[in-house]
């Protein structure tokens, strides 16, 4: 579980630094630490926060859930 800082947490999910900047100050971005004046992501927080966004439609809300009740229909 590597910890990284902005700018590599950034790259890590293909995202610009300022995106990740405005994620943090106004939500919906990932768990991060503050070490100080450091933020500081882990890479598991990371990949489970990316996991979080995949979706199965471009349409609408992320509801996988009805997505999948409505095929299996």
Known sequence: ???I????????VGLSKSSLDKLRCFGGG???FKVGR???YSTDVLDQWLASKSR???WGDNDN???DARAAA
Do not use: G
């Open 1 to 3: 579980m590597p910890n």
């Open 5 to 12: 800082r902005v700018k590599e947490a950034a790259d890590y």
């Open 30 to 32: 990932p768990q991060y």
């Open 38 to 40: 450091a933020v500081i």
């Open 56 to 58: 199965k439609e471009t």
């Open 65 to 67: 859930a009805r997505i």
